[in-house]
């Protein structure tokens, strides 16, 4: 029999031809293209026989079916598997300038379109090594799918993800949340981090998500509480999955260390550095709340005695101990120039008790830098402290959104237009990380 029988017919045509299948063991996985099953009224019926004929086979001998309603699968590496239907696949994926020494990651998506967007969103800054699209689970669910990819190991050749993606829209069957809150703890244990979108959370959207993929409503409330429960990262909107995805890609790896500990500490240090006091009280209000229950709690850092003594100095080098007092996140001013910059950076960077750091400079009527000048700088610190879990910040427009990209995509480091927006992002995942198990 074939390894894949790919099938794009028209609904109806496509329950003959894999009733033909089913008859003389054609293949061993069907990947099933075809729309216009249970997401539709006129197709449910379709669905149903087809279900039906599939149960009147062997277990163990039947063939595995993705689908109905999807786009097809992408797998990396030297045995690759491409089932897209795209005019160029691989540019798609991979992109012109695609860093390959990213860690990898794996999306799992129930809309064939969200993982078009993704993979082509995520070409140049993150190593995408596989994604599977799984339309309405009719046979193969996305909760079959990690587990696979969590027992089984990713496939040969291509190394173990660092996060994975999954876009939700309705589990496949009663028991499949249990599943998928066992398989985040297992995927935990092993140092990757699932970050989780769920469609279908209001009425409107369970309406939307019936006649997408045909999946029933669930309630969000309890999903949300009983996903982050067990330690997924869960994302209110598009962009926050796209950058939490991203972000624990390049972060995760630095921090293996604390998110695979049994024994999670009482409290995770942040560091921030800024030169305009709105961004420290923005980095401040964003820090996340106690949550009952919840052992750890997110706070700014404190320094070892050799750090603040040497960021005293350069408080007092620089002339700032008489404009601005040094506090839980540090506040240097427009005075302090690059090197300052430099210099200062290089202390905290030094000291062992920040989990992370974010750095976040601003133009000032005094001093507005190129982007250049702040890549340079960005680029000293990363190439001198690979292993620190440094996230930047750049605001002030447009012209610094080139710079943004290169940092991302050039040099695999983290930076965000906003301090505050990153910061969240930096604690909802610091909040997963450090949930027990």
Not at 59 to 79: A, C, D, E, L
Not at 112 to 137: D, E, K, P, W, Y
Not at 352 to 372: A, D, G, L, M
Not at 417 to 433: G, P, Q, R
């Amino acid at each position: 029999p074939v390894v894949v029988f790919v099938v794009p017919f028209p609904a109806t045509d496509a329950v003959k031809a894999l009733e033909e299948c089913f008859q003389h063991n054609y293949c061993n996985t069907v990947q099933l293209f075809s729309a216009g099953f249970a997401e539709t009224e006129a197709g449910q019926g379709l669905q149903e026989e087809l279900l039906g004929n599939l149960k009147q086979l062997d277990k163990i001998s039947r063939p595995i079916i993705n689908g109905p309603n999807t786009v097809g699968n992408w797998v990396s590496g030297p045995q690759s598997f491409n089932t897209i239907f795209a005019d160029d696949p691989q540019a798609l994926v991979v992109g012109d300038s695609v860093n390959k020494n990213l860690p990898t990651v794996a999306l799992i998506c129930q809309s064939g379109g969200f993982a078009v967007a993704r993979l082509s969103g995520f070409s140049s800054i993150v190593h995408t090594s596989m994604c599977v699209t799984v339309g309405n689970q009719m046979d193969m669910s996305a909760t079959d799918v990690l587990e696979n990819l969590l027992v089984n190991g990713p496939p040969q050749g291509i190394s173990e993800p660092v996060a994975v993606g999954i876009y939700l829209e309705g589990f496949a069957a009663k028991g499949d949340g249990l599943r998928m809150m066992t398989l985040v703890r297992k995927a935990r244990k092993r140092g990757i981090t699932v970050v989780l979108y769920k469609a279908g959370r209001t009425q409107a959207g369970q309406a939307a998500v019936a006649t997408h993929t045909a999946s029933m409503a669930t309630d969000y409330g309890n999903f949300l509480r009983l996903m982050e429960h067990s330690g997924a990262v869960v994302c209110s909107n598009l962009e926050e999955f796209h950058n939490l995805v991203t972000l624990s890609s390049l972060l995760g790896p630095k921090l293996k260390e604390l998110i695979t500990s049994e024994e999670k500490p009482e409290t995770v240090g942040i560091c921030g550095l800024t030169n305009t006091g709105y961004l420290k009280c923005g980095m401040a209000d964003s820090l996340p709340k106690p949550v009952p229950g919840h052992k750890t709690k997110i706070v700014p850092t404190t320094y070892e005695e050799h750090t603040m003594d040497a960021i005293k100095k350069v408080y007092a080098d620089y002339k700032l101990t008489d404009v601005v007092e040094i506090g839980d996140f540090l506040d240097v001013t427009p005075a302090l120039h690059l090197a300052g910059w430099h210099e200062l950076m290089t202390y905290l960077l030094k000291d062992p008790n920040p989990c992370v750091y974010i750095f976040s400079p601003v133009i000032s009527p005094q001093r507005v830098p190129t982007p250049k000048v702040i890549t340079l700088l960005f680029e000293a610190i990363t190439k001198d402290f690979p292993n620190q879990p440094v996230v930047t910040t750049m605001e002030s427009g447009a012209r610094y959104n080139k710079m943004r990209q290169e940092l991302w995509q050039v040099h695999g480091t983290p930076c965000f237009e906003y301090a505050d927006v990153a910061m969240a992002y930096i604690s909802k995942l610091l909040m997963a990380w450090t949930r027990p198990f």
